[in-house]
């Protein structure tokens, strides 16, 4: 058993250019606890956790490590003192071309090829693998990162924090990613390490549920400050979102009275060349929102991309308004009417490296456009402000580089961009992943227009109560296929959830 560590932050205050990040925040965890770090989009959370892992040398405050006071300004002292981030970005965080094993024992050689020149690839393998057993996952340590997927990442990543000397274990948002199995199985290994190695975990995440399930103690942020810092027993889900948003809320979905008209698009017998979708058909009439739902790797994703003319299509016929299209590719889906909110927003729905209000009019950059190519940045500017005001994205300013932006307002801006381009079918791929309950809000409001004016709208996602929640008709996928059909008013969670399971 190791001994009881204790960390402490004092009175940390952060800024970057025009965004105060942090004022003032005291933060602490010990040995043998799961310790829960919430608050809205923006609040500060992957901030205040990026200074305990060295990652910031420039904010004010104090650090101490078992009541010593200690200065963390670079990675590498944060690792010395065994505290291991595991960030947002899974995928940055990894190299892509490199093996599993080489990516989990990453910081080991680092550590210990300190002046030599060669590596022992069967002991890495070998360790790697005793690593990955003491973690509980199953993966051949010769498979190149860049073919796992989002889940597989996540554990590579805490089995390379778990390589080195740990005492702390930062996870931030590690379940927005996974499915229900792939969650519960993440937090019977973070009860484990709690458990029988005394290592103290800071646990984010935007579900709550998850948060009084695994969580015994809680710091809440908002806008930078501590609003609160207490175990989790004294409150109730209602109470800590009060604390989270500063106002009352009332968790429910914004469901808009809307006339459904007739069918405009039509999917019939649709097979992915790869057989990634066998055999779909489903309709979507004007003004319906139309749910797709399944566990994480039924095949929603999938059946998105090709849709989208992401994946190609082997056979089958896709029809809008009795027309069959030709969905060759994304730009053919595009310009046919059709447009997709994609899953992974870092690699498909926003470009980090341009200002907010570019990324939010780009898609719909035709209709700034006066003459041939000119383009009126005035009213881009204008709407680009608008959708920042709709959907709360908290950003200094329009001309912000969403690089600059949190997690979740990112995701606001991956989805926002969508919203004003003039298609007839929108398809959603998990549009609401790492965003809080209040952006959640604003998100189904936004959709609920959508279809107000008529549109037609998939929705896919894993989070049956959301699905439930503003769906109007529900398809079941199951391998790669849909297995069953509910009118939402007919369905229930259990009902979804036989048929998700591949129940018939
Ligand atoms: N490097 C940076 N440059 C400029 N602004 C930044 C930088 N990093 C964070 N910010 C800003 O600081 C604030 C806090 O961001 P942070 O990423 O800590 O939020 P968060 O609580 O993790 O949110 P989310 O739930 O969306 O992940 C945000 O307004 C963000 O835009
Ligand atoms: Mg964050």
New binding site residues.
């Given amino acids: 058993m190791q001994p009881k560590h204790k960390l402490e932050m004092k009175g940390i205050s952060i800024e970057?250019?025009?965004?105060k990040?942090?004022s003032q925040a005291d933060f602490a965890v010990e040995s043998g606890e799961i310790h829960a770090l919430v608050?809205?989009?923006?609040?500060?959370?992957?901030?205040?956790?990026?200074i305990l892992g060295g990652a910031?040398g420039h904010y004010q405050g104090e650090i101490y490590f078992d009541g010593q006071k200690v200065d963390i300004r670079h990675p590498q002292d944060a690792k010395r003192l065994g505290i291991d981030v595991v960030y947002?970005e899974v995928d940055t965080a990894l190299i892509p071309y490199l093996t599993v094993a080489e990516n989990i024992m990453l910081d080991v050689m680092a550590n210990e090829m300190q002046g030599k020149h060669f590596i022992r690839w069967g002991q890495l393998h070998r360790r790697a693998r005793e690593v990955m057993k003491q973690v509980g996952i199953q993966l051949d340590t010769s498979t190149l990162v860049e073919n796992l997927t989002l889940a597989q990442k996540q554990l590579v990543l805490i089995a390379r924090a778990l390589a080195t000397n740990t005492n702390f274990l930062v996870l931030?948002?590690p379940t927005a990613p996974l499915s229900q199995t792939e969650t519960e199985e993440l937090f019977r290994l973070m009860r484990d390490l709690v458990a029988n190695q005394n290592i103290g975990i800071v646990f984010?995440s935007?579900r709550l549920p998850e948060i009084f399930e695994i969580c015994e103690t809680i710091t809440i942020?908002r806008d930078?400050r501590v609003v609160a810092d207490t175990t989790i027993e004294t409150l109730t889900q209602q109470r800590l979102i009060e604390l989270m948003l500063g106002h009352r809320f009332d968790e429910t979905y914004p469901k808009m009275p809307v006339p459904i008209g007739e069918t405009i698009f039509q999917v019939e017998e649709l097979w992915e060349e790869q057989g990634r979708v066998r055999d779909v058909s489903l309709t979507v009439r004007a003004g319906e929102i139309v749910g797709v739902t399944g566990l994480v790797g039924a095949g929603k994703t999938e059946l998105c991309k090709t849709l989208f003319g992401a994946y190609p299509i082997r056979s089958g016929q896709v029809r809008l308004h009795g027309k069959p299209l030709k969905i060759t590719s994304p730009h053919a889906a595009v310009n046919q009417g059709v447009t997709l909110v994609p899953e992974e927003r870092r690699k498909e729905g926003i470009l980090v490296d341009e200002p907010v209000y570019v990324n939010l009019t780009l898609p719909s950059l035709d209709t700034f456009t006066r003459g041939v190519d000119f383009v009126d940045t005035r009213a881009e500017r204008e709407t680009a402000r608008q959708l920042i005001r709709e959907l709360g994205i908290?950003?200094?300013s329009e001309n912000?580089?969403v690089?600059?932006?949190?997690?979740?307002?990112?995701?606001k801006v991956a989805v926002g961009k969508w919203l004003i381009t003039d298609a007839e079918i929108y398809i959603f791929d998990e549009p609401t992943k790492?965003?809080?309950v209040g952006a959640k809000h604003d998100i189904f409001e936004l959709i609920g227009q959508l279809a107000k004016r008529g549109k037609g709208i998939i929705y896919a996602s894993s989070e049956i109560p959301e699905i439930l929640g503003i769906s109007d008709r529900i398809y079941v996928m199951y391998d790669y296929t849909i297995v069953k059909e509910f009118d939402t008013a007919d369905a229930t969670e259990e009902d979804i959830l036989f048929y998700s399971a591949g129940g018939k």
């Fill in positions: 970057f250019p025009g965004v990040a942090l608050g809205a989009n923006g609040a500060g959370k992957s901030t205040l956790m990026k910031y947002q931030d948002e984010i935007h942020l930078g908290r950003t200094p912000q580089k690089a600059f932006l949190s997690g979740g307002n990112q995701q790492g965003v809080d």
